[in-house]
């Protein structure tokens, strides 16, 4: 079988990136993956973990004969990014990108390749990750059972969609398409939210008390391990919908507050009942 | 070697209970472990799994001839359950609970005891667990490396506390020491409030948003799964810590809030850098 792209470009190979350039040639998507960074040692860290064929600091160089460029860098880096490969990508090419808030990046890159209607962008937000940075810890199942996310515009070419959906299946992801303001509003309850509540919690408590606890609060924290300059960005990205859901969830810490301090205890179970049952029927770990 | 306790009661043989038993007979602590309950299916399980050598529904027969005595039921049934036990333990035996909150545990079983004083209490509450309930899910190596915090009172013999912490030491738990207003205050904030923070989290999140989710919305709110009465017990015992704990905990979201709504997102970056370097520090996990 012909695999979907001859060449494809990574630009940005750390837990993300590099994870797919691994998923990609162990499941021969391409023949051929380059990795583009911005420092050899990451670059050369790439090569060694098997998440690219060739890699390149040239961004010209690594983009101009790949079918596919995904972008895999931090958000605030994906403008100057997307407009440096937007000059030397070749005709008909798709970018991409996985970036974990769409609104912004969106507008961004379609600013960025206003000059060539030739190439489809395709923005997607693969749901997976971890708490851990860089290529070192990526890994080729890493989209083994996840969900990704696509968030095409109005115009985006079927065929281009349909390859790039086939692409991502094939590295054992399911499909999803949202347009991106909903795709903001729902990460910053499922993934924004819940970093900055694992983080609120891990400050209250000192040293010492944390060397008590048991699972629960090891489970319960252990995003807020996730790197703060990238969630920095994330938090930028998506200011305005996590004020929302900061919001929303203040209000349900307060609803607690209120049953508890007047001994609505009945009401409170009720409400822990109905946590529980949400969270039996939507994982089963 | 001569087991520290010749014969051991567990009242209330379910995951904690259980996997005492469990733990009990598998390092030989005891010649016999009597598990006592009020439904003979859950007696009948507890043989099953091996969580003790016989069973009894009759709480004076059970506990007759026990040199420790260990309540393992819910908090809202310690008092009269420690009571009923009162009046059969034999002298100079040590009566003990695993409950999650200590204060109110403490007086109202040391009340119980007011005309036994040849029995001696030492509340503990075993810092291990899961979202789980039942002796089906019970595991003899529920305690190990896990902290079983003590909350002797003044005046508890050192001998049998020294006795008590070797028998749980010989379990794998670590033991440490507070007293019981501490205990509250400090596990209000390492298991109480990250418990409510899951169902908070997890009630602001539709159904066909939480199939998009990665893994961290699962890790984070796996707590959630709890059992809703056990949980409603544990807030009704130690509501006005819980209370202070979701005060700070709504206290720190509000300024993350601000950060946000502000654009100081320098301070955000360095408010999550502190998060992660706490959770680094704390679990390697």
């Known amino acids: 079988m012909e695999p979907p792209f001859e060449t494809i470009a990574i630009i940005g190979p750390g837990l993300v990136g590099g994870s797919l350039g691994m998923a990609v040639r162990r499941r021969s998507l391409a023949r051929r993956v380059i990795g583009i960074g911005r420092r050899q040692s990451s670059l050369d ?42 000059r030397s990508m070749k005709q008909g090419a798709v970018l991409s990108d996985v970036a974990s808030v769409k609104q912004g990046v969106v507008e961004t890159v379609t600013a960025a390749l206003r000059e060539r209607p030739d190439v489809t962008f395709i923005s997607t937000h693969p749901m997976a990750g971890s708490e851990q940075r860089g290529v070192e810890h990526a890994r080729e199942s890493l989209f083994e059972g996840s969900v990704c996310i696509f968030t095409p515009v109005e115009g985006t070419p079927h065929g281009e969609l349909t390859r790039l959906r086939a692409f991502w299946e094939a590295m054992g992801a399911s499909v999803r398409t949202l347009d991106a303001a909903t795709h903001d509003r729902v990460v910053a309850r499922i993934s924004h939210l819940p970093h900055l509540a694992a983080a609120a919690l891990i400050l209250l408590v000192a040293k010492d008390e944390a060397a008590l606890a048991g699972g629960g609060l090891a489970d319960t924290t252990r995003i807020a391990s996730g790197d703060p300059a990238l969630w920095r960005d994330i938090c930028e990205s998506n200011a305005a919908q996590i004020c929302r859901a900061l919001d929303d969830f203040a209000g349900e810490v307060q609803h607690m507050r209120t049953l508890l301090a007047e001994g609505r205890f009945a009401e409170l179970e009720e409400l822990l009942r109905n946590a529980k049952d949400k969270r039996d029927t939507f994982h089963s770990r």
């Open 45 to 86: 860290a790439a090569l060694r973990v098997g998440a690219a064929d060739e890699v390149t600091l040239d961004v010209a160089a690594g983009v101009r004969e790949a079918g596919l460029v995904v972008i895999a860098t931090p958000i605030s880096a994906i403008g100057p990014v997307a407009a440096e490969a937007a």
